[in-house]
């Protein structure tokens, strides 16, 4: 994408692209976070066994299908962690 005076010139195929790293690292993050949810509530006790299971088979599935999206993107997993400058990473290596 190249600016020329006010225009900017977009290139399609990179605005897709980039659209769906940004879509990716979403629900990445949203991932994680329901991943880490989830372990804190499986060592607090608070899931039965049946759940346990199934929220496991779930997040299993879920990196699964974003990895299989990754793929079809030409992305990668460190294509998807922004770095916040003076913050770090947005995602944990």
Same mark, same amino acid.
């Given at each position: !994408?190249?600016? #020329? ?6 290139? +399609?195929? =990179?605005?897709?692209?980039? *659209?769906? #790293?940004?879509? &990716?690292?979403?629900? $990445?993050?949203? +991932?994680? *976070? !329901?991943? #880490?949810?989830? *372990? +804190?509530?499986? $060592?607090? @006790?608070? &899931? =039965?066994? %049946?759940?346990? $299971?199934?929220? @496991?088979?779930? &997040?299993?599935? /879920?990196?699964?299908?974003?990895? $299989? /999206? +990754?793929?079809?993107? @030409? /992305?990668?997993?460190? %294509?998807?962690? *922004? %770095? ?5 990473? &947005?995602?944990?290596?």
């Amino acid at each position: !994408m190249a600016a #020329k005076g006010n225009r900017i010139d977009t290139d +399609r195929d =990179s605005v897709e692209r980039d *659209l769906m #790293k940004l879509v &990716l690292t979403i629900v $990445e993050l949203l +991932r994680q *976070l !329901m991943e #880490k949810q989830a *372990l +804190r509530r499986v $060592e607090e @006790g608070d &899931l =039965s066994e %049946d759940q346990e $299971e199934r929220v @496991g088979l779930t &997040l299993m599935l /879920l990196e699964q299908r974003l990895g $299989e /999206l +990754r793929d079809e993107h @030409g /992305l990668t997993a460190a %294509d998807l962690n *922004l %770095d916040l400058g003076p913050l770090g990473p &947005l995602l944990p290596r």
